[in-house]
């Protein structure tokens, strides 16, 4: 008789992957619907063909076997154009997350342990958050040329103060827990209170608010581009194709309906994603799991 590892291990230690998946239907397709989107992005130049060349006499093609999406007002490729249209919203979705987490984080860390930071930083941050951050950002955007550094940029800023709260509020109510005074009584040094134990316990809600994060910033780069403020015009990215393609609607819906049905799937996939996330990372509600 063959024994394994696995035979070794307790019941609850043993993994299977679709036990897993069971266990976390909405992160297992969250996940899986956002690596398939980060794969077209990636492979764009292997799997489409170029988005910018033009064929006046194939325009307003419906899909068929030769145009899988059809094409557009000036006979580009709708199918190329949304694959590469995929980079544009998840490199300003995954690039806004993860710099709004980092920023959000330290200054939230800061407001929450610090009481003299506290006071100031927050009032800047009532501030940004009292603008409208669509508005914001087409403030910022019109003040400089267009680009997509530029409108990383102008998503950031809006973003980073609804994470700075989060974390803030975290940190208050971990700051007040009896072992946190007792390592202060102890004599224990900040850097290594903050470190060790404050630090650890504000990864959880991040991750989760960070994932809301990258979906909102896909949404509103769409938005940006949809108004003119965005990237320039002739990148594909999505909002740009449903811009160009919102005045032939009623003769050519195919060139709003496919690239705002993958924009739907990309923040419906983080959404879930993170929807599964706080479920499993919130003690109190993974206790009824």
């Not at 490199?91 to 710099?99: C, E, F, T």
């Not at 910033?217 to 909002?239: D, N, Q, R, T, Y």
């Not at 690239?259 to 996330?277: H, M, Q, S």
Request: glycine share 8%.
């Amino acid at each position: 008789m063959t024994v394994t590892v696995d035979d070794l291990l307790p019941a609850r230690q043993r993994f299977s992957l679709a036990t897993a998946i069971r266990r976390n239907p909405t992160i297992a397709f969250g996940a899986v619907l956002l690596v398939l989107l980060i794969a077209i992005g990636v492979f764009a130049p292997y799997i489409a063909g170029d988005p910018f060349k033009l064929s006046p006499v194939n325009r307003l093609r419906p899909p068929s076997e030769r145009w899988w999406f059809g094409t557009d007002q000036f006979g580009r490729d709708v199918f190329s154009r949304t694959m590469y249209g995929a980079r544009v919203s998840l490199i300003v979705g995954l690039s806004v997350a993860a710099i709004s987490s980092l920023l959000g984080l330290a200054l939230g860390i800061a407001c929450g342990y610090f009481r003299r930071v506290d006071s100031l930083v927050m009032r800047v941050m009532d501030g940004l958050m009292a603008i409208p951050s669509i508005l914001l950002a087409i403030a910022l955007i019109t003040l400089t040329r267009p680009g997509l550094g530029i409108v990383i940029v102008a998503i950031v800023i809006p973003e980073v103060p609804r994470i700075v709260r989060v974390v803030r509020a975290v940190v208050l109510s971990i700051r007040g827990q009896p072992y946190i005074e007792s390592a202060i009584a102890g004599g224990t040094r900040n850097t290594q209170l903050l470190l060790r134990h404050i630090l650890p316990n504000t990864l959880a809600p991040l991750i989760v608010q960070a994932t809301y994060v990258c979906a909102s910033a896909m949404l509103i780069e769409a938005g940006l581009s949809f108004l003119g403020a965005g990237v320039p015009p002739e990148i594909p990215s999505w909002g740009n194709i449903i811009a160009q393609g919102r005045t032939y609607f009623q003769i050519a819906p195919w060139t709003i309906l496919i690239p705002g049905a993958f924009l739907a799937a990309a923040v419906l996939a983080v959404n879930l994603l993170g929807d599964g996330l706080r479920d499993r990372l919130d003690p109190r509600l993974a206790r009824r799991l």
